[in-house]
Nanobody, 116 residues
Framework: EVQLVESGGGLVQPGGSLRLSCAAS????????MSWVRQAPGKGLEWVSS????????RYSESVKGRFTISRDNAKNTLYLQLNSLKTEDTAMYYC???WGLGGPRGQGTQVTVSS
């Protein structure tokens, strides 16, 4: 059974930083690309970033490029998202997902709230 457990969210002021983690189990982690997606209040699911199985290829949405960094540690079966220079519009529930994009299994999410 695929299990994805996100952590690291919280309340942060604009301009601040957070590091999200996603612990994966139930599948061969290094064999899959992984993604972060988010859902803001009242809006649909939005793709944020993806990384290939080896960690060498990354992609970002235009809204987060240059501010967020995706990475993974295959020895620990863990996916990360470093969020810097946070803006109020980054407020959302953040999910890690298996695969590239929005279609794969997701975790329960971790809430990121950016507010002064």
């Amino acid at each position: 059974e695929v299990q994805l457990v996100e952590s690291g969210g919280g309340l942060v002021q604009p301009g601040g930083s957070l590091r999200l983690s996603c612990a994966a189990s139930g599948f061969t982690f290094s064999s899959y690309g992984m993604s972060w997606v988010r859902q803001a209040p009242g809006k649909g699911l939005e793709w944020v970033s993806s990384v290939d199985g080896g960690g060498g290829v990354t992609r970002y949405s235009e809204s987060v490029k240059g501010r967020f960094t995706i990475s993974r540690d295959n020895a620990k079966n863990t996916l990360y998202l470093q969020l810097n220079s946070l803006k109020t519009e980054d407020t959302a529930m953040y999910y890690c997902a298996r695969g590239w994009g929005l279609g794969g299994p997701r975790g329960q999410g971790t809430q990121v709230t950016v507010s002064s």
